[in-house]
């Protein structure tokens, strides 16, 4: 099995700045892309951005200039650092990791998810 942790959410004010970590745990051979999903109250969920085992990144548009991803494969640890935090950006965010697994057969890739972390931007 895999579990996906997530840290870092909390209540900043509006300009301010968080570090979102995801660590994941388990039976893992490799992970692949790893990104940051986020879902506002009444919203689908959305894609924040993501990054490739190679580095490759991606954002919406949403937060370009504004948030970072970054990836940690020796501790299988994504990161979304937020700057210039707006209310608009207040949402619970998720972690999301395509994780291979050896099996007895070959090897499984399969998507895992974090339990999600509440951000509030509010003065």
């Known amino acids: 099995q895999v579990q996906l942790v997530e840290s870092g959410g909390g209540l900043v004010q509006p300009g301010g700045s968080l570090r979102l970590s995801c660590a994941a745990s388990g039976s893992i051979f490799s992970i692949g892309t790893m990104g940051w999903y986020r879902q506002a109250p009444g919203n689908q969920r959305e894609l924040v951005a993501d990054?490739?085992?190679?580095?490759?990144?991606n954002y919406a548009d949403f937060v370009k200039g504004r948030f970072t991803i970054s990836r940690d494969n020796t501790n299988n640890t994504v990161h979304l650092q937020m700057n210039s935090l707006k209310p608009e950006d207040t949402a619970v965010y998720y972690c999301q990791m395509s994780v291979v697994r050896r099996r007895s057969y070959g090897f499984l890739k399969e998507d895992y998810w974090g339990q999600g972390t509440q951000v509030t931007v509010s003065s």
């Open positions: 990054i490739t085992a190679t580095g490759s990144t």
